[in-house]
């Protein structure tokens, strides 16, 4: 199994009195293989359109840190 997390920032801005505040979002996905889950994080990419900081990585669930 793998285990795609991605987080999305939206930017922080100071230029004006009603600035917006940074907002994230951690979301986790678990899939059977490797390739179906980057996969998933590039579907993800492609449809990010707003202003949105996206980021992600594929980790395998389950194994030992060595």
Known sequence: MWI???WMASPFSASTNHAKQ???AIHTQEFFTERACKDAFSAITRANVGEMVLRGVC????EEQK
Do not use: D, E, R
Not at 59 to 62: I, L, M, T, Y
């Open 4 to 6: 795609l997390i991605f």
């Open 22 to 24: 940074p907002t994230l």
């Open 59 to 62: 980790v395998p669930k389950g």
